[in-house]
């Protein structure tokens, strides 16, 4: 909280106990020695890590490109976890042909489901709490622009207007 004039320290705490408390948890060590010299150091000792994986899904084509790319983030969360236990969250934006798996029934639980079995036997382990779905359609801007209506004539006012020099 401040480096000196006198020194305030947050002493930390041991681990996260919620979502919020993400990252490494753990105390800070003080040593003074003889001639008053201070060493601070961080020290992890948390057993588990709260995570949040925020990921757009453009691009990504269909549901096990989906899982792939969630397992990819979760094997690099594990390896910066210092060892430790994960429990992460996952929040999916964007748009993209991944949304219509999603917007099925059940797919964000069955999704959750796959990634717990992948990685929850593992040690040290990673457990999926949430998967949160804010995805939406993909647009197909050129068939809005084709329509005979408003919204037709706007998106073609538009790229006339952006690809005209003058």
Not at 102 to 128: H, I, K, M, T, Y
Request: net charge negative.
């Amino acid at each position: 909280l401040r480096d000196r004039n006198p020194m305030i320290v947050y002493p930390g705490n041991s681990q996260g106990r919620h979502p919020r408390e993400g990252g490494a948890r753990g105390v800070v060590l003080v040593e003074v020695d003889d001639e008053r010299q201070i060493q601070i150091e961080f020290v992890a000792v948390d057993s588990v890590r709260w995570q949040r994986i925020n990921l757009d899904i453009e691009g990504i084509a269909d549901g096990p490109a989906l899982f792939a790319e969630l397992s990819e983030q979760v094997s690099r969360l594990l390896a910066e976890a210092d060892g430790r236990h994960l429990v992460y969250q996952v929040n999916l934006v964007g748009r993209g042909p991944a949304n219509r798996m999603l917007s099925r029934a059940r797919a964000v639980d069955g999704l959750a489901g796959q990634l717990n079995e992948r990685w929850l036997r593992d040690e040290p382990f990673a457990f999926c709490g949430s998967i949160t779905d804010e995805t939406k359609s993909p647009i197909d801007r050129q068939t809005w622009r084709d329509r005979q209506d408003f919204v037709g004539y706007l998106i073609s006012f538009v790229d006339e207007a952006v690809n005209d020099e003058a």
